[in-house]
């Protein structure tokens, strides 16, 4: 039997139980029910445990929310000395659904103790051990929807994933406004890992019970999780107009802005977060993260210190704390250090491996004694369509100077990322070392056509003009931006222009003016060793080398360079 008519059975079962039509169970929720005695008529149905029950009280009981659980407890109360027993059970279970499903409200009413057994309450206390209990019999809307109260107990529902979708759906059918069947099926399509298919669900439950913290929460998070963070910001505002001080909602507004990119809104809501509990940890190290990344390194480093008071060897930690002391501290070997426990600790995850593959890239060394490329084929093995070990591969073949390795690479990657900026410069980078110099020319030009003011894109424009030997076309614009270019730009302009002049005198000239605007221009420096050192003066050679050295300390080429100069000085 499939969904659909399973759905039919169950519902055509309800009806004929309870001696109604479908369509009389599914009525509009009276939103101010007024309370009642029990019609004499009702009382002497038989067909189902709560068939005595005011419509409304029923209707409050399926839809469930947490303010029409507590009308529905109010007027059971009011209600006449008969079905006492069942009086209490309704009590019970309202009771029950609002501990486990609506954790932030209260039970605000008075349950006691029933003396029968009864498959409501069955189904409740194996919903709670973890346990979807199938022996309720389907007498009722709450028979068949209590079991599924399992969702909120446990995280894996694969093993009654196909029953709780019938049956939830089965009192979708009965009753579609339920907010608490909405809520139920959108966090059992959740816990499957079906997002996208979760969120109607959660919007439909947050439509009907909008006062209520948990499905605002429920709907917002599942929107950030889809991926729909514009939708996710707009509902997450919506919860904070109501709670500006939840913690909760506080940390998924500071999830929803840094994804987004807004990282001062970001920091301002964990601040908020931290001013309330300043042990939290997580909101702690998740500032720290975002210091990080808008690059103020000082306070980052000492929220750092005091997280690791508490915790130094968890993985976003060590992650962060390697940041640092690469980019900030630029203390190489301490980033080794940190990541080399990261991998100890962490040597499959993902992240771990991708910092261990651009921290070998950038300190051109090994780290824990493999290269930037065995970092990248071990992610790739696992994860094959993974867009930074594959720049990170094209990375490993380039300084080994495996060229037509890293060219076929790289061709693959640059077509799904032509205007990628670190990829479409390497790819340039490898066409000119294989004297491709038309392709390097056409990949270059379209990025300068795309983004002309970009320091980079220009860098690297100019240094093709010139690698490619359009010393003509590279003169004149060399000489159109040079007076007005910015320091670290104006560097790279006297570098690049000291290959297109006649003397030797002027290219040295060219070289210092790119130094005066930029003393840590290692190409100039290194220019100027190369010079120096084919004129056989070696004292000046040693000197820019040394500087090169200070900048490079851990490059294997420049200390072999180093190592020869040294033996030709003794």
Sequence with gaps: MNVSD??????NTISESLGETVSNVIAPLDPTPSVISVPADIKTRDHSYFAYLPKQITDDMENASPASL??????????????????????????????MVWTSERVDWESTSVSSETSYMGAIKSAKDGLYDTSTGNIDFLSIILPSLVVTRVNDVSPFFDRAKTDLSACLTIRPDSVLANYLMGTLYKKAGRIEEAVPYFYAAFSGAEDSFQTGYAYAECLFDAGKNVEANN???????????????LTLASRIAYATGNLGSAEEYVSKVLQQNSGDLSALIFRAKILVEKKDYIHAASLLDMYSRQDNSSKEYLLLRAQVQMDWNRNIPNAVSTIEKALSLYPDDMDVLLFAARLAKKANTAVAGRSVED????????????????????????????????????????????????????????CLALKKFDEAWNYISALYK???????????????????????????????????????LKSSLYYERSFLQSGEENALSDLRYSLMSNPRNSSSLFRLYQIYF???????????????SALKPNDEQIRSLTDELNSLLR
Excluded at 71 to 99: C, F, H, P, T
Excluded at 237 to 244: H, N
Excluded at 475 to 481: E, G, K, M, P, T
């Design 6 to 11: 399973s759905v039919a059975t169950t519902v």
């Design 375 to 430: 970092y990248a084929m071990k992610i790739l093995q696992g994860d094959p369509e993974n867009e930074d070990a594959k720049f990170y591969a094209v990375e490993g073949a380039v300084q080994a100077e495996n060229w037509l390795l890293a060219y076929k690479m790289s061709s693959t990657l640059i077509e799904k990322n032509r205007y990628s900026k670190e990829i479409c410069f390497n790819h340039v980078r490898i």
């Design 235 to 249: 509902a997450v505002q919506k919860l904070l107009s109501r709670y500006p001080q939840n913690v909760q909602a």
């Design 70 to 99: 507590r009308r529905a407890a109010s007027a059971v109360r009011q209600l006449d000395g008969l079905y006492e027993e069942n009086n209490k059970v309704l009590l019970l279970i309202a009771a029950n659904i609002m501990q």
């Design 534 to 548: 084919n004129k056989k003066d070696y004292r000046k050679a040693q000197y820019y080398l040394k500087q090169v």
């Design 450 to 488: 795309n983004d002309p003011a970009d320091e980079d894109v220009l860098e690297n424009y100019v240094h093709v003009m010139v690698a490619s030997g359009r010393s003509v076309q590279a003169l004149s614009f060399i000489n159109q931006l040079i007076s007005s270019a910015p320091p670290k």
